[in-house]
């Protein structure tokens, strides 16, 4: 997850596209932890964390090829 401009600046989408991205580029058989680092940065919006943690859950695993 991109923190210095997606996770605190981004839209729903570009969150999403970010987290795919993500997944699709780490290969296949790889366990991922959701999250962006060890904190999330104080210029963050509350929102855009919902959106990646609805976004990383609803994606499930293996499901972008």
Partial sequence: ???RHTLPFGNEDEIEEDIRNTIRTS???VGL?????HAVQPDVPVENVGIMTKATGGLGRHSIE
């Fill in 33 to 37: 932890v959701r999250g962006p680092q």
């Fill in 1 to 3: 997850m991109d923190i």
């Fill in 27 to 29: 290969g296949s058989g």
